[in-house]
């Protein structure tokens, strides 16, 4: 048989399955839009394939919640307020029941629970992320877990994807470093990746990502005692956590802003609003502003935790989106996936509830209902029977992307260059000593074992051009092992 085209589900031939439409901006971000059907369907049939038998990450969470003593993110100047949260963190890879210790990318979500309604940071314990672009997400994801034939994860699957996206070498290097293995949740970072923006009324912003820290020191697992306790106690973390809070042990994270002005991002690049690049500390320093505190375990795990909704997209005003492609992606994805999960009622479920009044008219009926459904108000918009009111908090804000000049609606690839290799290099050379090097070095090499000679040779060459080192020191293991 020919070798097929890419087609789109209904037939419709494509030339790229792997780059989204945008229109670029400032930053290297982009719009996306509703008319890229590559990506939206792409999207929508990985959210309901893999939901909710193989969810991503939902069904697959790890932790007790919270409620929490945090002060308020958004307005950054009402300090000194007590807001609750609830917490979820969760490995990626594995499924519902997968061991705990298992080297992996770990979610931190937070919703707040704010006067101005929900806002979510939707983040992971790695500053950085794989991909750029969207479109990629369904298949990073795929490629880290089963392989449709064996059923089992697959290595050679996991580089194949990696090295022909080396976008992602940045995120690999953190995964397979010390951080890759925490040795207990409480001590994890979480960081919200994305830029977002503050905005003030008038419509005056500064672009901002999102830090959290633990209180006690961040400690790992090595890859022998993960192993040994993904056997003696697969719930290990879930346990740890729990454990933590009913002795009164609070787990405690300090929150931070990276602030940025906009007119230092006028001239920062594209890694303004790219995840796989990370905003320098000593360039943006951290800002303390606030803390939150895990303080309860829940009293029913599946109505409390596995029914909760995160999304990137509940913001309240004051913090609101960029043109980052990968976070508008998200905002659609994630609610997508909910009404799926959960039904398209689940912002009315326990722990999704906003606690402040809420009055959306418009989206009413539906399965599990259990609200009063709005009565007899008017269901469209514009009548003047409603009793509804405009907002008074964000009628007056207003606030710009800067598209680039003479942009255009199409497939923009950001192709990756030497400038993707610089952040990598800063943490092979700055941040990791020689044992942690040697310890990377090993955990990446253990993988290779089974993966094809050629594909062996470009992770190689992947890794070499983040520091040669890295390539003669992968090449002498093999060498040493049999396996290799
Ligand atoms: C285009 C890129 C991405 C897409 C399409 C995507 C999609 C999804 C979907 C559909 C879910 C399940 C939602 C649910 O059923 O509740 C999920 C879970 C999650 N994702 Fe992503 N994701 C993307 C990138 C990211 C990135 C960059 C991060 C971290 C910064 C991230 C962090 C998480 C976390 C923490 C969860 C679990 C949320 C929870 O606790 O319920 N994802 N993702």
Not at 224 to 231: D, E, V
Not at 434 to 450: C, F, H, P, Y
Request: hydrophobic fraction near 35%.
């Amino acid at each position: 048989m020919s070798n097929p085209t890419f087609t789109l589900a209904e037939g419709q031939p494509i030339a790229n399955p792997s780059v989204s439409t945008t229109l670029p901006t400032l930053g290297g971000g982009g719009i996306t839009t509703l008319g890229d059907t590559l990506l939206i369907e792409t999207l929508s049939h990985f959210n309901q394939l893999f939901m909710p038998k193989l969810l991503v990450r939902g069904e697959n969470s790890r932790s007790p919640m919270i409620s929490l003593l945090s002060r308020r993110p958004i307005s950054l100047m009402a300090w000194a307020k007590k807001t609750p949260v609830l917490f979820r963190l969760s490995t990626t890879g594995g499924e519902k029941g997968s061991a705990d210790t298992v080297r992996d990318v770990r979610g931190f979500s937070v919703k707040f629970f704010t006067e101005d309604g929900n806002h979510d940071i939707v983040g992971n314990h790695v500053p950085v992320f794989f991909v750029r672009d969207p479109i990629r997400f369904p298949s990073l994801n795929r490629s880290h877990k089963r392989h449709p034939a064996t059923n089992r994860p697959d290595w050679t699957m996991f580089w194949d994807f990696h090295v022909n996206q080396p976008e992602s070498v940045h995120a690999l290097m953190h995964l397979f470093g010390s951080r890759g293995i925490p040795d207990s949740i409480r001590r994890v970072t979480g960081f919200g990746v994305h830029t977002f923006k503050m905005v003030a009324a008038g419509g005056r912003f500064r672009y901002c990502k999102f830090h959290f820290r633990p209180t006690q020191s961040i400690t790992h697992f090595s890859e022998q005692q993960a192993t040994r306790m993904a056997g003696a106690n697969a719930d290990f973390h879930t346990q740890d956590l729990w454990d933590a809070i009913s002795h009164r042990q609070f787990p405690a994270w300090k929150l931070y802003v990276q602030v940025m002005e906009p007119d230092q991002a006028e001239t920062y690049g594209r890694a303004l609003f790219d995840i796989t690049k990370v905003w320098p500390h000593k360039d943006f320093p951290l800002i303390e502003v606030g803390q939150m505190t895990l303080n309860k375990n829940p009293d029913n795990y599946f109505a409390e935790i596995e029914q909760a909704a995160f999304s990137p997209s509940n913001m309240v005003p004051g913090i609101a989106m960029t043109p980052d492609p990968m976070l508008q992606a998200r905002m659609f994805a994630y609610p997508d996936a909910q009404r799926y999960r959960l039904g398209v009622n689940y912002t009315q479920l326990p722990p999704n509830r906003a606690i402040c009044p809420v009055y959306a008219p418009f989206e009413r009926d539906g399965m599990g209902t259990v609200t009063r459904n709005y009565g007899g108000d008017p269901n469209y918009v514009r009548s003047t029977l409603s009793p509804g009111v405009p907002s008074q908090v964000v009628s007056d804000v207003r606030h710009t992307e800067r598209i680039e000049h003479n942009a255009i609606l199409a497939q923009n690839e950001i192709v990756v260059d030497d400038e993707d290799y610089i952040q990598p290099r800063e943490l092979w050379n700055r941040v990791f000593d020689e044992i942690e090097k040697r310890q990377w070095v090993a955990n990446v090499s253990e993988t290779l074992g089974d993966v094809p000679a050629e594909l062996k040779e470009a992770v190689i060459g992947m890794f070499s051009k983040v520091d040669p080192r890295i390539g003669q020191m992968i090449g002498a293991k093999s060498k040493s092992s049999s396996r290799l």
